[in-house]
């Protein structure tokens, strides 16, 4: 029987949850998530995951540290924005999800933290940034 190795493309069913238990995605009631080994698409631990898996096979508790996730969060990817330079039709709320667009004309989701007086705060780490991840995966298929 064959095991995924780097440059298969694989469909695996998956549950993410946090250390709490809570479930922060999953593929259930979806089609599996395709991807290729080696590509970058995922997550470095997920990857490293589903490497030697073979097809029916399913892992349970795999912990993949923040690190190995989406890195811990960044001061430098928290800004202030002045209010005159939010759009007229946007009333920021903390807690809301917003997009700015990226010098590279790419849009960039963010979260806002902080509405001030003059300037509301926007955070563009990764939700997930700082936080231990665990997952239940089932290699669905390799080809």
């Given at each position: 029987?064959?095991v995924a190795?780097?440059?298969?493309?694989?469909?695996?069913?998956?549950?993410?949850?946090?250390?709490?238990?809570?479930?922060?995605?999953s593929?259930?009631?979806?089609?599996?998530?395709e991807?290729?080994l080696?590509q970058?698409q995922?997550?470095p631990?997920?990857?490293?995951?589903?490497?030697?898996?073979?097809?029916?096979?399913?892992?349970?508790?795999v912990?993949?540290?923040?690190a190995?996730?989406y890195g811990?969060p960044?001061?430098?990817?928290?800004?202030?924005?002045?209010?005159?330079n939010?759009p007229?039709?946007?009333?920021?709320?903390?807690?809301?999800q917003?997009?700015?667009?990226?010098?590279?004309?790419?849009p960039?989701?963010?979260?806002v933290k902080?509405?001030?007086?003059e300037?509301?705060?926007?955070?563009?780490?990764?939700p997930?940034?700082?936080?231990?991840?665990?997952?239940a995966?089932?290699?669905?298929?390799?080809g």
């Amino acid at each position: 029987m064959s095991v995924a190795k780097s440059g298969d493309a694989v469909k695996v069913h998956y549950t993410g949850t946090l250390n709490d238990g809570s479930i922060f995605d999953s593929s259930e009631g979806k089609d599996p998530l395709e991807f290729t080994l080696g590509q970058g698409q995922m997550i470095p631990g997920f990857e490293q995951a589903v490497l030697g898996m073979s097809v029916g096979d399913k892992k349970e508790g795999v912990n993949i540290p923040s690190a190995e996730a989406y890195g811990d969060p960044s001061d430098e990817m928290v800004i202030e924005v002045p209010k005159e330079n939010v759009p007229a039709e946007i009333n920021p709320e903390v807690g809301q999800q917003l997009a700015v667009t990226r010098p590279d004309g790419q849009p960039m989701p963010v979260i806002v933290k902080e509405v001030k007086d003059e300037a509301i705060v926007l955070d563009a780490n990764h939700p997930l940034a700082g936080k231990d991840l665990n997952f239940a995966i089932e290699l669905v298929s390799i080809g």
